[in-house]
């Protein structure tokens, strides 16, 4: 299967870079990403923390093998490509950023280590833009935004009775792991990342996130988590930020479907969604897809999923119901979020529903994020989208993260209200 990913993504790559647009000025930090080297992709041991080779990896991650030391799986595009047509020109987006005045796209791509940034408005493409010589064709690495397509699973088992109740305690569906804290915590929780389990997440090969990492490398996420066992709080009491429990669901959801999360997915949500490409996600070495991140799609697929989000789970150009609406706007109403789960609360800025972040004020707007600049931004009532693959030089990414939601607020503004 690798040597046919490989070909196949040989052939997108010449077909579509007529298309990308040409670059116009040197991207920051070109050579400490690797541009002299041909932006090269690392191994399974360096592509994460590796800054020479984060551009080359964080557009290649499916295709590096032993990754999560488990398989790459593949989630087959449409035979029917949800369209996506292109405005004839580029809208003259202006936002306002502290201490400089009023900001263009040109401004902020100068500055940020962005790899792509695509808008989409009511299914027209108003923006897409390329960096460090990446093209349409590439596929990006979710990082964390993989936790949100786990949710979406869960919704959609959940309709079809494979899971009987979201009040359910995980070891019900996944048996490997009964007896283990995790095991013990109820769906709906985990959906919240609220196990009360102590779980540090830094991103500096020390800390829980590494530890439990190396553990679901070895033996599997199922096993690994016997090694989260001290509960600091009442589970649904607090929020506390946990890859680990999105490993957890993507185990129930593993069980609950009878095998692979990527042929349950691409059955339920890629195929019927319309994508373009196929998308690439990793297993660990059970088989068990690493619901925490380690899914790879074009920009443009990761825009169709945000326009299907959009649309409340509804196919925009067939009208077919993909995702359950119900399901999707428990998930990401902050409305209807619990006090702890608040924007404000959870975070200091956004709230967390089910996998997704929510942003503060009276209108529905959530978020798909992952590190290092990782997002798709979703307004429904706009139907209006933006997604961005970054290579930003820390995981926490706080400059960009900052500018780009400067840079949302900008694009909302544009055509209507925050």
Known sequence: ???????????????????????????????????????????????????AVRVGSFSHQGEIPGVFNGQVRELPAAASPMVLRKASREPAY????????????????????VMGLLVLKDGVVQLERYQYERQPSHRFVSHSMAKSIVSLGIGLALEEGRIASLDDRAERYAVGLRGTLYGQTKLRNLLRMASGARFAERYDGADDFSRFGRAAAREGVESAAAGISERLAPEGSRFNYSSAEASMLAAVLYSAVGGSLSAYMGRRLWQPMGAETSALWH?????????????NATLRDYARLGSLLAHDGRRPDTGAQIVPTDYLIEATDARLHAPPFLPGQAHSYFGFGYQFWTFPGKV??????????????VDPQLKLVM????????????????????????????????
């Open 94 to 113: 202006r936002w306002s950023l502290e201490g400089r005045g009023a900001q263009t796209v040109d401004d902020y791509l100068n500055r940020q280590r």
């Open 364 to 377: 529905r707007r959530f978020a798909m994020l992952g590190v290092y600049g990782q997002c798709i931004f």
């Open 283 to 295: 297993t660990d070495r059970a088989g068990v897809e690493a619901g925490a991140g380690h899914f």
């Open 387 to 418: 997604v961005q693959a970054a290579a930003d030089a820390s995981p926490m990414g706080e400059s960009l993260n900052a500018e780009s939601e400067a840079l949302w607020r900008g694009l909302v503004t544009h055509y209507g209200a925050w």
């Open 1 to 51: 299967m690798q040597a046919s990913v490989s070909r196949r993504f040989a052939l997108l790559t010449l077909l579509s870079s007529s298309l990308a647009p040409a670059r116009a000025h040197a991207a920051p930090d070109e050579l400490l990403l690797g541009a002299k080297q041909g932006y090269p992709v690392g191994n399974a041991q360096n592509w994460f923390f590796n800054e």
